[in-house]
């Protein structure tokens, strides 16, 4: 039994010894270590152009007439110098032409299409400051009801692209001039 431990631990020695030492000896004496192969690198693939067709923008349709809110509320807002005037749900600034009565609208056609008329499908609302004894509408050419105040067919411009705009304040096209209304349905003349 001796006899078999001696040869398994010199075999134990002998493996240990091949593990660890795996450097040789060079010419003169010296360590000189075992070559091994350098890592293989993936080479990296370089782009190339490719062509892709750019999708042309979908147009879109813009209404001369922005669509009708179910019931339009009106409410005051400062607008630059001319103080608080009357604006539409959308808080963009409202305007009366002076050419329409109380009862009708002047403004259709191109006119329509550069100051849209604010419609509704029910009844107005007053909010803000904005009295609703003074809001009305009437029936347009077309059958929609065009929100009033106070007995003035109101419009928005088309060159106002935001709420606090007031570009065709004082302008005069389609042979009236434009004006902002005030809380008490006046013209503000500046």
């Known amino acids: 039994m001796r006899q078999k431990l001696v040869v398994l631990g010199g075999t134990l020695s002998l493996l240990t010894i091949a593990a660890c030492g795996s450097a040789t000896t060079g010419a003169l004496g010296g360590a000189t270590s075992t070559p091994t192969a350098a ?3 993936t080479p990296i693939p370089t782009p190339t152009a490719v062509a892709t067709a750019t999708p042309t ?7 001369a007439t922005p669509p009708s809110a179910m019931s339009a509320a009106l ?3 400062s607008v630059g110098n001319l103080g608080p005037i009357l604006v539409g749900p959308n808080g963009r600034t409202l305007y009366l032409f002076m050419s329409d009565t109380a009862t009708m609208s002047t403004c259709y056609g191109p006119c329509a299409q550069n100051w849209p008329p604010l419609t509704t499908s029910g009844t107005p609302r007053a ?3 904005v009295s609703q004894s003074l809001l009305g509408t009437i029936t347009r050419q077309n059958g929609t009801k065009q929100v009033t105040y106070h007995g003035h067919p109101l419009y928005y411009f088309i060159a106002d692209s935001g709420p606090g ?3 065709g304040e004082g302008v ?3 042979g009236a001039r434009w004006e902002v209304i005030d809380a008490a349905g006046m013209a503000v003349i500046k």
Do not use: C, I
């Open 127 to 129: 909010m803000g400051g």
């Open 75 to 77: 409410t005051l807002r």
């Open 39 to 41: 890592p293989l690198q």
């Open 165 to 167: 705009m007031a570009s």
């Open 172 to 174: 005069d096209a389609f």
């Open 57 to 63: 923008p979908t147009p879109v349709v813009v209404h």
